[in-house]
Every structure is written in structure tokens, then in C-alpha cells.
């Protein structure tokens, strides 16, 4: 199978923004996109009722994440368009990041040159960013989501997703336990992801079978919303835009790190690493059959999502449906080609599921191992968690 | 931990690990339930016995009825959101891709047509219609009575219609608003002209409740399910339709249906007239084509009519109407057409209906006729087992049609298998499971209670009959009659009855008195509660009852749960479903409280219907298209199968005691309710979000 190498840039904007940014996609001439819909969470200052009530509330937002795939020579001048576009510089109005894929089963061309190189210098310039995905049963993601928030870190997106996994090896008896998930979504620094991972890991109580799984993957560049709090300003500029300012003068975020200490000791034997996470994208219906075949071939469950996938209408492929799943599986490096083969011997890159495979870096991983546990084997181990291999 | 190559099949767990999953399952799904018929249930008991102070009558069954309806909900919700709706979501992805436009729009307009035979909450309109006096509103009487199944199409073809159109909307991406624009500014024209009409003004109010009643439980999230699945596929970048709105137009489509029919029907009615010109024999030719026949009239005077009544009818000749009478003892043919295939029905009319003279002059004619039936006189209340066959049934036309017909669209049409075929089977099967149970708990569970409470609501603005409570005073004599004066000097008679302990004065009712058999029967009266009768303390009440019932009412209806299920969904959790579910049952709440309003000081329905319409389009024009896609479509949804039952328990308690021409309009205000209160939470919630996007555009 050929494997291409591209770049994934990933928008996370405020619903009201959608529409501006997708003119700004088609003036570029951005065709193929996906679009997935997430809410976004602040903190909100209320300062009433004599301080008896909490002082931060948490608010929901809609919004929407936005993935589109360039070359390796487009990424900078992709993030630098989009966060111009958008006035992502302004805190409060989204992020935009990149994360390095390879593509297998693409058919078209990624495309080259499409971005103009802007004048002055590029907005986006952090590197040393770090993405954190975890996956939680539905309703839990708040509050794992709100400790990003706490922590001043940046502003968390959640989407909703179906988790498979020892659930789908129970027959029909699946049904009776909820298979929904949360997933969130948040790009830090890397100085305080590890720390961010682990107080997510207690607030979600991650260690104890069937609450969830957390991974870490690498961020090649981008701009991440830092407003965290709504409310009325007190001061010219608010801290957001201060740190903005001091991000773009100093380059980068590591100014930023407050402490080496690690917050929350999380047992480190736990920590999976040496992973691969692969996104199977396939027209909606194939996802959980890939997955059961995948599944088969060893690999420990999957999150489906579902994402709208948008096409310049001369370049739709035959079969291809604008309903499609993202199919997301955390494998072990060397257990990639064997699920690969069994995703492609089932399928995947025939016509009725019309799928493709990103394949990404993981960091590392956490979720409850019923091998490393003192803890008796409880039958909810991995249900909802997407076990690893 | 799996190693590579490994094969993993399914896992093999002990059976107490299977109940205890199981009953964890079934132990959140019940509570679900619980919580949500909570209120409604505890509400109307309270009300029962500590407002009207009167005990629950066959408490026993009415608590087993709560218990089916609560399993029954439970199985209900998980077999709409198991199998249902995956099931109308599949073929909305899968059919615009696959299909032509005529096949899509076709298989639209065969789901919506069927959807209104499949759930026929017409048949309670019907049911409700039959208070319908012909002489005040002899066109809705031809409607309901003479041409239900004209009724029935219209409908129908409205919601078909609709569906069609739905599915148009979405494949062009066009905005539904200007739809809501045109339909509702042309609905409220023709109302208000029907309301200067005296002959159609009547059947304005039966046109918007028909269209409120129309989607049930099992066709809306059908539709919903339907029109997510095409929104998934279909429609460019940044607009916003996500599949609802099919409800919207659902709701108002059948509303033109119906008044077009009426307007059709119009010229087959006769003006209104009083009473006394409908039974005067000077009218016949008039009144007739209300009725499919003469026997049909027949048996309507009959049964409605009064002595007097009946006495007009036979040209105030006593000798007619018993030769009449004594004829119909020996033509079994002509007994048939009167009465209708059901042999006991001429006994039933003799021993329930018929005056003491009647049943003597039948008695005459035939003695042995009253002998051989009277020991068979049907009993009104049917046995459980014929419940559980009805309730059956019903369940059955609901969901299998409906189903047989998606599934065949599914496998013939568009030649594609089922996917997770096992959960959606199961899904379907819960889903009637459930349907039976709930249908069985509402018909001995809170439709007795809310008919209870119902009868009885009256009492607290004025003073109500129980003759259920009726006292046989054996050797009553007139000696004991007494005399009381007002302040103008009138006479009123009364006489004392000592009643345990107590002596109370009881004023006199000469027709209760049997002087012969030294007899009298007491029949208690109750209220007003509060106030004077017909103070507006006592209506107050009513007004108060009718909105916490609406709201505690809407909080358990499946088909809201499911459209808030599938808000939550599309909108990612940020418009939650709790938050819709109360503030359309606040608005159900507040539109049944102006609907009660309308029935108890007898206000036209187009005076509060236009005001509240054009605040909804006002409302409207200020909203997102998403939000007014989910509050139009709120409307549609919050009259189903636990909301119908209770309000009609109320409009015909009401209507009896307060003398109105129809009692139609409730179901009408209760649907425009909750477009106002959803359009308003949205828009708040939208200008709290605004305000957030503003502080970061400079």
C-alpha cells in the first residue's frame, strides 16, 4: 500500500466563525475537509449573590473542528493563513494546529502550494505543543475537561463519540451498557502536558476500570486559544493578550513552565508507550465492522466519531459518502501491520466503505490495566476504555 | 493483555455477571422513567385527595397502571433509541445517495401518509367530538361524525405533504423560516375569517388541534431520525439545517388539510340553529345530511336528546313516538340500522338511555324482549385480558407498518443490508414491548386518575353533582320540608338530614323526591372549593391545575425525550436535553392554562391564537435557523400519548360542567407554547454566546 507523508491541520473555532473560515479555505482553494461538531468550554466570572455561589462557572460553547491535509512544504504557511483569517491571534476565538500523518489509501494528490505566503512575520510560532485526547463515558467530560481551565492551561474542545471494545465481545448483551463516549480534546504546552495528563487521570479517576483513556501525541506547530475565563475586563489588556504578546516575543512557551515538580504521582508502570494512533476515516455504517476486524487482529478497541466530510464535487471519489466515521485506534508499533492488513482484508479500501488510514505518533498512554492492578478483575474492566494492545 | 495474532471471540461470562449487568441496566433505565412521570403522577394524586379532598377510586389498579407505564416508557425510549432511529437514520443517509430524487420524494410522502393511519390520535379527537352539539356547530359535527375517515386523509395528506416537502428542504438546503412566514400568516388569515364565519368558526379549532395531534410517539422520531440521516449526507458548509423541522410543517400542513376540507364540507351544512329548530320536525330536510341517514338521526335523538327533546322530535305527539318505539320491537332489520351491529345495543339504550315511559311502552310490545336480555347486559368495564388484546393491537399498528415499511425501503429498495441488524430487531421489539405496557398503564393508570380529577376539576369554581355518592333517604316524609327566604324575599325549601353525628340542611330537589315510596335521593354536591361560584379564586385554581398538569404532563412524553435526545446529539451537549424538555413543558404549561382560560370564560380560540402566533414569528425572525428548526419542531412533538388522554379528561370535565359549544383549542394553545418559551431560552442562550464572541472581535 502507498504511504504518503502530509501535514493534518486541525482547526478548533467558535461556531459563529465557521462560515469565515470556510471562505477563507475556498479563496485558498481548499476543497476537501472535514467537519466535526465539538462544544468548547470557559470558565464564566460571576460576581453575585454576596459570594455565596461559585465564583467560576463553567460554559459551554458550540463549535466546530475543522481537519484539512497539506504537504510537509504547506504546513506553515496553512497554519499561518488560517490563524490570520480567522484572527486566531485574538484569544477567545479558536486554535489551529498541525500534527505530522502518514496517509495510506489516499488517492488524490495533497495539495501543493496552495497558500500564499503572507507578509511579515509568521503568527504561529509555538512549537513544543503537545495534543491530549481522552476518552470518557458520556457526561464525565466536563469535568476531567474544566482542570485544563483550572490550570490556566488553554481552552478544551469535546466531541462525541461510540467507544468499542470488550463491550462489543459481550453479544447482544452490549447493549446494556452505554457505549457513548466524550472525547476531549486539548492542545498545551509540553512543559505542563505531563502534569495536565496526570490531575486528568485523577479527576477522572482513570485508574479504576472502565472510566477511560488518555493518550498524548505530538503537535507539530500552531496557536492555541488561551481564553479560559469570559467576563467583564478590568484592565486595558487582559492576561490572555499579555501572554499572547509574550509568546510571539519570546518564540516559544517555555517561559511559561511553572514548576518542575510532578503535581499528581501516577503509577508509572501504567504509562503505555511505543504507539501508533491510527484514524480509520470510512463512509458511516463500515466503521464498526473495521474495527471488530481490527479488533480481531489484536487491537484492544476504538472510538468512532462521526465527521461531514466536505469535496470539490469533480474530485469526489465513486463511493465515497460525505457521512463518514473516524475510526480512532491506539495500536503498538509492532502490531501495525498485522491490524493494517486486516483492516485492508476487510475492506477498508473497497468502495462501499471508501476508507483511508491516518497514521500518527502517540506519546504515551494511561488507562486502567487490569495486569498491573492490585485490584481484583472486575468484569466493567475496559468496557468503556479502549483497551491497548 | 491481547498478544499479537491472537483472535479474540466472544467472552465468556457467568450468568450472575450477566443479571448483574442486566440489572444495572434496567435499574437506570427504570429511574429514567421514574423521574419523569414523577411529577404528573404524585401531582395529580395530591390534587385529588388534598385540594378537591376526594379519595382515589380503584387506587389498586390505578398503581399497577403507573408501574406498566413506567417499565413500559423505559422499554419504549431504549427500543426508539436501539432501533428506531438507527433504523430512519440509516435510510436517510443511505437513500438520497442512492435513490433519485422521485424515489426519495415519494418514499417521504408514503411514510408520512401512513404515519397518520398508522398512530391514529385522530380516533381521540373523535372520541372527543362526540360532545359536539349539532345545532351549535353542525360543521364540525359533520366533520367528526358524518366524514371522520375525510378527517383522517386530510390529515394524512397534510403530514405527507410535509414529509415530502422536508426532505425538499434539505436537499436544497433552504431555510425553513420562510415556510413558517407564509403557512402561519395564511393559517391565522383563514382562521380569523372562519372566526367571522359562524359556520366554520366552529372547526378552527379542531383544525389546529388535528394538526397538533398528528406525529406520535413512534412517527417523530422516525421523521427526525429520517431527516438527520439526510442532513449527513446532503447540504454544503456553514448551513445550518440538521434535520429537523419535518415536525414544523408536520404540524401546520394538516391544519390547511383540515380547513380546506371544512371549507369543502361547508355548503353540505346547515346554519346553526337552536335547539328547539334542530328537534322541531320544521327543519328535518336541513338537519338531515349531517347524519349519513335517518336511522342515524334516529339513533342520535335517541341517546342525546332529552325528553322534551325526543318529544319535538316525534312532533309532540306521545302516540308517534311510542307507536315508533313499539314498530322497532319487531323489525330486528331497522333495530340494526339504528343501533348498530352490536345486538345488545337497543338493550343498552333501553335500560341506560331510555325514560321509564319508553321502556314501558317496549315492555308492552314485547315483554319477553327486556326478559331475555336484561340478565346480558354488557358491562361497561371490559376485562383485563381484553385490554392487554386491544392494547395489543394498537401497539402493533403503530410500530409494524411503519417499520415493515422502512425495512422494506431499506432491503428492496435500496438493496443494502441492515447494519447491527440484532440490536435494531431488538430495538424494535423493546420498542413494542414497551408500547403495549405503556398503553396498557395509561388506560387503567393515569387516564382513570386524570379522568377522576378531571370530572371533579369543575368543583373548584362552582358547585358539581356526585351521583356516584347518592344517599336513598328511606321514609322521607314532606312534613319534614322546611322554608328558607333570601334576601329578597324568595322561598327556598330544605329539609334537615342528620348524617352521623352531624344534622345538615339539605336543600330541596323535587325531581329527587319519590313521595309514593316515601323516598329520597340525596346527591351530594362539592364547591366550590374556593370562592364564590364562578368566582375567579375557584377559576384561578383551575387556570393553576391546567399549567402544572401541562408542565408534569410533557415531562413524560417519549416522542419530547426523543427529539431532546437527538438535540443533545447534533448540538454536542450544549443545548441539553433537560434544558429543552423544561422549557417545553413550561410552555405546554402556560398554553394549556390560556387554553383552559378559553374554555371556562368562553374566549374565542383566533383571539389567542393570532396574538401568540405572531409572537412566535416575531420570536422567529430574531432566531438562529437552528433553534427555530428545534422549537417549531418542539411544538409538534409535545402532544402525544400521556399529555392527549389528560387534557381531553380536563376540556370534557370542563366543557359539561361549563356549558361551552366545543372544547377543542387546548391541544392547539398547548403547541404554541412551547415555540415561544424555546424560541426565548434560545435566544438567551445565543446572546450569552454572542456577548462571549464579541468580547473577542475588535
Known amino acids: ?389 | 493483555m491481547q498478544k499479537p495474532g491472537q483472535k479474540k471471540e466472544n467472552l465468556k461470562i457467568t450468568l450472575s455477571q450477566r443479571l448483574e449487568i442486566l440489572g444495572n441496566y434496567a435499574k437506570i433505565k427504570v429511574a429514567e422513567q421514574l423521574k419523569s412521570v414523577a411529577l404528573i403522577i404524585s401531582y395529580l394524586v395530591l390534587f385529588q385527595s388534598l385540594v378537591l379532598g376526594m379519595e382515589i377510586l380503584d387506587a389498586g389498579s390505578i398503581a399497577l397502571g403507573v408501574v406498566a407505564i413506567i417499565v413500559g416508557l423505559a422499554f419504549f425510549m431504549e427500543g426508539l433509541v436501539l432501533g428506531i432511529m438507527p433504523l430512519g437514520e440509516i435510510i436517510g443517509l443511505r437513500l438520497p445517495e442512492k435513490s433519485p430524487l422521485m424515489v426519495v420524494l415519494l418514499v417521504a410522502f408514503v411514510l408520512g401518509v401512513g404515519a397518520t393511519f398508522a398512530e391514529p390520535a385522530i380516533g381521540i379527537l373523535k372520541n372527543a367530538g362526540m360532545g359536539v352539539k349539532p345545532w351549535e356547530a353542525p360543521l364540525l359535527f359533520l366533520v367528526l361524525n358524518k366524514y371522520p375517515q375525510y378527517l383522517v386523509w386530510g390529515v394524512g395528506l397534510g403530514v405527507g405533504f410535509s414529509v415530502l416537502l422536508g426532505m425538499l428542504r434539505y436537499l436544497h438546503g433552504w431555510s425553513l423560516k420562510p415556510f413558517i412566514y407564509v403557512l402561519v400568516t395564511c393559517l391565522l388569515g383563514l382562521t380569523g375569517w372562519a372566526y367571522l364565519d359562524p359556520t366554520m368558526s366552529s372547526v378552527s379549532g379542531l383544525s389546529w388541534d388535528c394538526g397538533a395531534v398528528t406525529t406520535g410517539p413512534v412517527t417523530v422520531p422516525l421523521i427526525l431520525a429520517l431527516g438527520i440521516g439526510v442532513c449527513r449526507v446532503v447540504g454544503r458548509g456553514g448551513l445550518e439545517n440538521s434535520g429537523f423541522g419535518v415536525v414544523t410543517l408536520a404540524s401546520l400542513f394538516p391544519v390547511v388539510g383540515v380547513l380546506v376540507l371544512s371549507l369543502g364540507l361547508a355548503g353540505l351544512s346547515p346554519k346553526p340553529m337552536s335547539r328547539e329548530e334542530f328537534y322541531g320536525p320544521a327543519n328535518r330536510a336541513e338537519i338531515l345530511p349531517l347524519f349519513k341517514d335517518e336511522e342515524h338521526l334516529i339513533r342520535y335523538v335517541l341517546e342525546n336528546g332529552s325528553e322534551s327533546d325526543q318529544l319535538a322530535f316525534w312532533n309532540q305527539n306521545k302516540e308517534e313516538m311510542a307507536a315508533f318505539l313499539k314498530s322497532l320491537v319487531s323489525d330486528q332489520d331497522r333495530i340494526r340500522r339504528i343501533f348498530g351491529e352490536d345486538p345488545a345495543g337497543f338493550s343498552r339504550w333501553l335500560s341506560r338511555k331510555a325514560t321509564s315511559q319508553q321502556r314501558d311502552w317496549v315492555l308492552e310490545a314485547r315483554a319477553e324482549l327486556l326478559a331475555s336480555t336484561q340478565g346480558q347486559i354488557p358491562e361497561a368495564m371490559s376485562s383485563f385480558w381484553e385490554l392487554v388484546h386491544r392494547n395489543i393491537l394498537i401497539s402493533f399498528q403503530a410500530v409494524i407498518p411503519l417499520v415493515g415499511f422502512l425495512l422494506f425501503v431499506l432491503l428492496l429498495v435500496l438493496r443494502e443490508r441492515l447494519p447491527q441488524a440484532d440490536e435494531i430487531l431488538l430495538g424494535i421489539l423493546m420498542a413494542l414491548v414497551g408500547m403495549v405496557l405503556f398503553n396498557i398503564g395509561m388506560d387503567t393508570g393515569l387516564t382513570s386518575l386524570g379522568n377522576q380529577v378531571g370530572e371533579r376539576l369543575p368543583a373548584s369554581f362552582k358547585s358539581v353533582a356526585l351521583p356516584e355518592q347518592k344517599v336513598i333517604l328511606e321514609g322521607f316524609d314532606e312534613k319534614a320540608i322546611q322554608t328558607a327566604i333570601d334576601e329578597h324575599g324568595k322561598e327556598h325549601r330544605f329539609f334537615y338530614w342528620k348524617r352521623d353525628d352531624k344534622i345538615l340542611a339539605i336543600p330541596l330537589d323535587e325531581k329527587n323526591m319519590d313521595p309514593g315510596g316515601k323516598r329520597y335521593v340525596h346527591v351530594p354536591v362539592k364547591g366550590p372549593i374556593l370562592g364564590k361560584e364562578k368566582g375567579w379564586e375557584g377559576i384561578l385554581l383551575v387556570v393553576l391545575f391546567a399549567l402544572v398538569m401541562g408542565y408534569g404532563a410533557t415531562l413524560a412524553e417519549p416522542a419530547l425525550n426523543a427529539l431532546g435526545l437527538a438535540v443533545e446529539e447534533i448540538t454536542v451537549g450544549t443545548f441539553r436535553k433537560r434544558m429543552l424538555v423544561h422549557a417545553v413543558a413550561l410552555g405546554v404549561g402556560l398554553g394549556m392554562a390560556l387554553g383552559v382560560m378559553k374554555i371556562v370564560l368562553g374566549i374565542p380560540l383566533f383571539l389567542l391564537l393570532a396574538p401568540s402566533y405572531v409572537l412566535a414569528l416575531g420570536l422567529t425572525r430574531c432566531s438562529s435557523e437552528e433553534m427555530v428548526n428545534i422549537a417549531w419542531d418542539s411544538a409538534g412533538v409535545t402532544t402525544g400519548p400521556v399529555t392527549v388522554p389528560l387534557v381531553l379528561a380536563m376540556g370534557l370535565g370542563l366543557g359539561g360542567q361549563v356549558e361551552v359549544v366545543e372544547g377543542f383549542g387546548i391541544l392547539a394553545m398547548a403547541s404554541v407554547g412551547p415555540i415561544l418559551t424555546v424560541l426565548a431560552v434560545g435566544l438567551a442562550v445565543a446572546r450569552t454566546q454572542r456577548v462571549s464572541l464579541e468580547e473577542t472581535s475588535e
Open chain 1, 1 to 389: 500500500m502507498n504511504r504518503k507523508r502530509a501535514f493534518l491541520i486541525t482547526c478548533i473555532i467558535r461556531k459563529g466563525l465557521t462560515s469565515s473560515l470556510l471562505s477563507h479555505l475556498a479563496n485558498a482553494g481548499v476543497k476537501d475537509y472535514g467537519i466535526t461538531p465539538v462544544r468548547t468550554l470557559a470558565l464564566h466570572e460571576s460576581r453575585r449573590a454576596l459570594g455565596l455561589f461559585q465564583r467560576f462557572r463553567l460554559v459551554e460553547e458550540p463549535g466546530e473542528m475543522l481537519h484539512f491535509l497539506v504537504g510537509p512544504d504547506q504546513e506553515e504557511a496553512a497554519l499561518d493563513y488560517v490563524a490570520r483569517g480567522c484572527e486566531l491571534t485574538v484569544p477567545g476565538r479558536g486554535s489551529v494546529y498541525s500534527q505530522e500523518v502518514d496517509l495510506l489509501g489516499w488517492e488524490k494528490d495533497i495539495p501543493h502550494a496552495l497558500f500564499p505566503v503572507l507578509e511579515g512575520n509568521p503568527v504561529v510560532k509555538h512549537s513544543s505543543l503537545v495534543g491530549i485526547c481522552c476518552v470518557l463515558q458520556r457526561g464525565q467530560a466536563n469535568e476531567v475537561a474544566r482542570v485544563a481551565l483550572d490550570m490556566g492551561l488553554s481552552v478544551p474542545a469535546i466531541s462525541f463519540g461510540h467507544g468499542m471494545g470488550i463491550r462489543d465481545r459481550l453479544g447482544l448483551l452490549r447493549v446494556a451498557i452505554p457505549g457513548q463516549k466524550e472525547i476531549i480534546h486539548i492542545a498545551a504546552s509540553g512543559y505542563d502536558a505531563e502534569t495536565l495528563m496526570r490531575m486528568m487521570i485523577r479527576t477522572g479517576q482513570l485508574d479504576r476500570p472502565g472510566k477511560g483513556f488518555i493518550y498524548l501525541y505530538p503537535i507539530g506547530k500552531g496557536l492555541v486559544d488561551t481564553k479560559i475565563t469570559h467576563g467583564a475586563a478590568r484592565h486595558v489588556a487582559s492576561v490572555e493578550q499579555i501572554i499572547a504578546v509574550l509568546d510571539e516575543l519570546k518564540g516559544d512557551v517555555g517561559w511559561r513552565r511553572r514548576s518542575h515538580r510532578e503535581l499528581v504521582k501516577v503509577d508509572p508502570r501504567h504509562f503505555l508507550g511505543d504507539l501508533l494512533d491510527l484514524s480509520v476515516v470510512c463512509n458511516e455504517g463500515s466503521g464498526k465492522d473495521l474495527v471488530k476486524a481490527a479488533m480481531r487482529a489484536g487491537a484492544g478497541g476504538a472510538t468512532i466519531s462521526r465527521m461531514k466530510q466536505f469535496f470539490e464535487h469533480a474530485s469526489r471519489p465513486k463511493g465515497m459518502s460525505s457521512a463518514r466515521e473516524v475510526c480512532d485506534i491506539c495500536v503498538n508499533k509492532n502490531m501495525l501491520g498485522e491490524v493494517l492488513g486486516a483492516l485492508e482484508e476487510s475492506g477498508l479500501f473497497q468502495e462501499e466503505a471508501s476508507g483511508e488510514v491516518w497514521i500518527r505518533k502517540a506519546l504515551k498512554a494511561y488507562t486502567y490495566n487490569p495486569d498491573h492492578s492490585s485490584r481484583p478483575m472486575n468484569l466493567d474492566a475496559g468496557f468503556s476504555s479502549r483497551g491497548m494492545a
